[in-house]
T-cell receptor, first 114, second 114 residues
Framework: AQTVTQSQPEMSVQEAETVTLSCTYD???????LFWYKQPPSRQMILVIR??????QNATENRFSVNFQKAAKSFSLKISDSQLGDAAMYFC???????????FGKGTKLSVKP | EADIYQTPRYLVIGTGKKITLECSQT?????MYWYQQDPGMELHLIHY???????EKGDLSSESTVSRIRTEHFPLTLESARPSHTSQYLC?????????????FGPGTRLTVL
C-alpha cells in the first residue's frame, strides 16, 4: 500500500523568507501524481501545486516550487518570499493506482512571523 | 473558490439523532468523495462515488452511508449519531478518473455529537 509521510508537524518562517516543507512517499507504482494542498484556518482546502511522476522537471507555480526526487521518493515544497497569507496546514498527497484516490500525509502547520 | 458547497457548516447534535450532511457541486464532476478529518490531522477517505448510482467505501471504516442519485449531489447520512462521530467532514469532487485531475474541496461540516 502507498504511504505518505510528512515528518514536520510544525514549521515557522519569517515573512519574506524561504521555507521548505518535507514529504516522502512509498509506492511500487510507476504512474502517479503528487500534490501539495493548502488548508488555511477555517477555509477551503486548495491545490498549491502538482507533479507528474514521469516528468523530471520540477513543477513551479509563482512562489511555490517542488523538489521532486523520484529515486529517493521525496517531494518537498519550497515557498519563497513567504507571506502572512501562506500560514496554513499543508498536506502532501499521492494519487495513483486503478482507483486514483488521494492518500494524504499528516500535514505540516506553517506559521509566518511578521 | 471551487463551486462545491456543504451544509450545514457547523452542527451540534445529541446522541442517537439521525443526521444528513449535504454536499453539492456545480462543476459537473463525475467523481465525488467524503473525507473525515480530526482537528489538525490528516484526511481519511470514508466514501467515494464514480458517478450516479455508484458508491464505494474508502480506506477508513465509517458507520455513515452515502447516496448518489444525481451527479451534483452526494449526501452523507448517520442513522444514529454518537460522540465518536465528532469530527470535520470534507466533501470533494474531481472531473473523471485521470490521475492529473485536481480534487476540489468544499468548506467542510464540523460535527459535534454530545
Amino acid at each position: 500500500a502507498q504511504t505518505v509521510t510528512q515528518s514536520q508537524p510544525e514549521m515557522s518562517v519569517q515573512e519574506a523568507e524561504t521555507v521548505t516543507l518535507s514529504c516522502t512517499y512509498d509506492t511500487s507504482e510507476s504512474d502517479y501524481y503528487l500534490f501539495w494542498y493548502k488548508q488555511p484556518p477555517s477555509r477551503q482546502m486548495i491545490l498549491v501545486i502538482r507533479q507528474e511522476a514521469y516528468k523530471q522537471q520540477n513543477a513551479t507555480e509563482n512562489r511555490f516550487s517542488v523538489n521532486f526526487q523520484k529515486a529517493a521518493k521525496s517531494f518537498s515544497l519550497k515557498i519563497s518570499d513567504s507571506q502572512l497569507g501562506d500560514a496554513a496546514m499543508y498536506f502532501c498527497a499521492y494519487r495513483g493506482g486503478s482507483q486514483g484516490n488521494l492518500i494524504f500525509g499528516k500535514g505540516t502547520k506553517l506559521s509566518v512571523k511578521p | 473558490e471551487a463551486d462545491i458547497y456543504q451544509t450545514p457548516r457547523y452542527l451540534v447534535i445529541g446522541t442517537g439523532k439521525k443526521i444528513t450532511l449535504e454536499c453539492s457541486q456545480t462543476m459537473g464532476h463525475d467523481k465525488m468523495y467524503w473525507y473525515q478529518q480530526d482537528p489538525g490531522m490528516e484526511l481519511h477517505l470514508i466514501h467515494y462515488s464514480y458517478g450516479v448510482n455508484s458508491t464505494e467505501k474508502g480506506d477508513l471504516s465509517s458507520e455513515s452511508t452515502v447516496s448518489r442519485i444525481r451527479t451534483e449531489h452526494f449526501p452523507l447520512t448517520l442513522e444514529s449519531a454518537r460522540p465518536s462521530h465528532t469530527s470535520q467532514y470534507l466533501c470533494a469532487s474531481s472531473a473523471g478518473l485521470r490521475l492529473y485531475n485536481e480534487q476540489f474541496f468544499g468548506p467542510g461540516t464540523r460535527l459535534t455529537v454530545l
